[in-house]
């Protein structure tokens, strides 16, 4: 690497501050897209930087394939990013995130059976960092195949058995012991790397089967840091500067990012991990009882309310995602405006499959910014509220947060839906949420549910509230 | 160790402080847009596929070395669109 000019570090630098500007500029409302750009453009520099580096020597079959490479992550990447519906964009993200992991445990794994083979071999210094490349990166490859999967609706519940946490321990314990082996000084055995390859994506898919739907958010974000370190590791091995700062800057990140989600949820990282969510405990909360009865209500008694509400606040959840409800949503408050009813969005920080993702949602459909109010912004005022309308969210609306001590969701922040004058709920059924505990709130005296699909429900009331 | 891994290392420690003081004030409403930009810029690892693949001399190397470059190339390019998309609605809004 003495032979790299010192000019190539000058583009180092350059993209570094285009790459920490971008992420500055993403957390404001008002530059975020600027924000998005300035990091392309970091990227724009550093290839720019590197590529003629590459053809110090002529044109030859690997740079071909590189050209074919790139095209066709160029095109399945434009396929994925706008074919995407809105509402799967955390399948997305979930989806790119896993293939930048395999590509870094790809790219560690190469260079350490290559370097196995050389003259050389392999200091320990590098031993360490392909290693824990191609652990993290196979790692946040299967994981995140198995959080997209989640997240398209397959095996959402937590998949448990007992002593599965013994068993990952033990799998891990291997790990580490190749790992401990490989870096001893038998880093020119390549089966015994290659075991280390499969059990590491093993241990992704373990990681993630026992964790629940609800917290794929968190997975995501802690997987993408995992990437982003396995990036920076890899940087290490190959000496290139760039790679280190910009995997970095996503590992810490990502990180605090993974933390803020925890805590918007009130849960410490280790419980969303290990404590498979939602199976034991959540079935005993739920066998405890619930008193109340649950009370129905048709839309054109649900419009009526809303037509004569002063105040109405609109609480969406994941519900509202999947039935593709966001325009019909913002029709309902157009109409409810018109009337002169004061409408409010309260948005639950992890309402949803992600935070943002009822944002996101409401941006498509074009509900202005000023509308939509954060929870903490809400609560105060929720009992001044006279229709609190729930469009398919569930556990962040649950009062058993607040009430039941024994409750697995108890001490979560939620959005006080039950204190409006009137609840109504609109749900496809009275099935459980995520956390796969009953809520309290569709027992409560001053709720009604109007049951079935959120967009069919939503033109009932919007047209009868034209009616009224 | 040589001076060069210490100054190396000695940029990864200080990468690590100034990702955590960039994003300490977020609004929980850009955290999507966040995950997918951050994602986006790890897509650089499609760099380190490019200087492997270079390197590649058997059928085995060029074919991982290919594969890795297609995801990697699918990362950064998927992620900026992705979040360029995501980020489009939060613009039209703000009239």
Redesign the interface.
Same mark, same amino acid.
């Given at each position: 690497m003495s032979a790299t000019p010192s000019i190539l570090y000058i583009f180092y630098i350059v993209a570094a501050v285009l790459?920490?500007l971008?992420?500055?500029f993403?957390?404001?409302?008002?530059t975020?897209?600027y924000?998005?750009?300035v990091?392309?453009a970091?990227?724009l520099v550093?290839?720019g930087a590197?590529?003629p580096l590459?053809h110090e020597q002529s044109w030859n079959?690997?740079?071909t394939?590189?050209a074919?490479?790139?095209?066709?992550?160029?095109a399945?990447?434009?396929l994925?990013?706008?074919s995407?519906k809105?509402t799967a964009?955390?399948q997305?993200?979930a989806a790119? +995130?896993g293939?930048?992991g395999?590509?870094?445990a !790809? =790219?560690a794994?190469?260079?350490f @059976?290559?370097r196995a083979h050389s003259a050389e071999g392999i200091a320990p210094?590098f031993a360490v960092t392909m290693l824990f490349a191609t652990l993290i990166g196979s790692l946040s490859f299967s994981g995140s195949i198995i959080a997209f999967l989640k997240l398209e609706g397959h095996f959402e519940k937590p998949h448990t058995f007992p002593g599965q946490n013994f068993f990952n321990g033990l799998v891990l314990l291997v790990i580490l012991g190749l790992c401990g082996y490989l870096i001893g000084g038998q880093t020119t055995n390549s089966t015994a790397f290659v075991i280390l390859f499969a059990l590491a994506l093993f241990f992704g898919i373990a990681m993630v089967m026992p964790i629940g739907g609800a917290d794929m958010p968190v997975v995501?974000?802690l997987l993408?840091s995992f990437?982003?370190l396995?990036?920076?590791a890899?940087?290490?091995t190959?000496? +290139?500067?760039?790679?280190?700062?910009?995997?970095? !800057? =996503?590992?810490?990140?990502?990180? @605090?990012?993974t933390l803020?989600?925890c805590k918007?949820m009130n849960r410490p990282v280790t419980n969303v991990l290990f404590g498979a969510f939602g199976s034991a405990s959540g079935s005993k909360a739920a066998a405890g009882g619930v008193a109340g009865t649950v009370k129905p209500i048709q839309a054109d008694e649900a419009a009526l309310l809303l037509a004569y509400a002063q105040r109405v606040v609109i609480v969406p959840g994941y519900g509202m995602a999947v039935a593709q409800a966001q325009h019909q949503v913002r029709e309902l408050s157009d109409e409810l405006g018109k009337r002169g009813i004061e409408v409010q969005f309260a948005?639950h920080?992890v309402a949803g499959r992600?935070?943002?993702?009822m944002?996101?949602l409401l941006?498509?459909a074009?509900?202005?910014?000023d509308q939509?109010c954060?929870m903490e912004a809400i609560n105060p005022s929720m009992d001044r509220v006279d229709v609190c309308l729930v469009i398919g969210a569930n556990d962040v609306v649950n009062p058993a947060a607040r009430e039941e001590k024994t409750s697995p969701i108890y001490g979560m922040p939620i959005i006080e839906a039950d204190r409006a004058k009137t609840v109504i709920v609109m749900k496809r059924s009275m099935a459980a949420g995520f956390a796969g505990i009953e809520n309290h709130l569709f027992y409560k005296d001053n709720t009604r549910m109007l049951f079935g699909d959120a967009k069919a429900s939503l033109n009932a009331l919007v047209a009868a509230v034209k009616a009224n | 160790m040589s001076v060069e891994h210490i100054l190396v290392l000695f940029i990864f420690i200080l990468s690590i402080f100034v990702g955590f003081e960039v994003i300490s004030k977020v609004p929980s409403m850009l955290h999507t847009p966040l995950m997918s930009g951050t994602n986006a810029i790890h897509g650089i690892i499609v760099l380190g596929g490019m200087l492997v693949l270079a390197g590649a001399d058997t059928p085995l190397a060029r074919t991982l070395g290919f594969v890795a470059v297609i995801f990697g190339s699918a990362n950064v390019f998927g992620g900026f669109m992705v979040t360029d998309r995501m980020l489009q609605m939060f613009k039209k809004k703000k009239k």
């Open positions: 790459f920490i971008g992420i500055k993403l957390s404001s409302p008002r975020a897209r924000g998005n750009l990091a392309a970091g990227m550093v290839f590197t590529i590459l079959l690997n740079c394939l590189m074919i490479g790139i095209l066709i992550g160029l399945l990447g434009a994925g990013a706008y995407v809105m964009m955390p997305m993200v790119f +995130n293939l930048g395999g590509s870094a !790809l =790219v794994g190469l260079e @059976l290559r210094f995501i974000s993408n990437t982003g396995a990036v920076a890899d940087g290490f190959i000496n +290139n500067l760039s790679m280190i700062v910009a995997g970095t !800057l =996503v590992g810490s990140s990502g990180t @605090l990012l803020l989600m918007a948005i920080p992600m935070p943002g993702h944002n996101v941006a498509e074009n509900v202005p910014y939509l954060e | -």
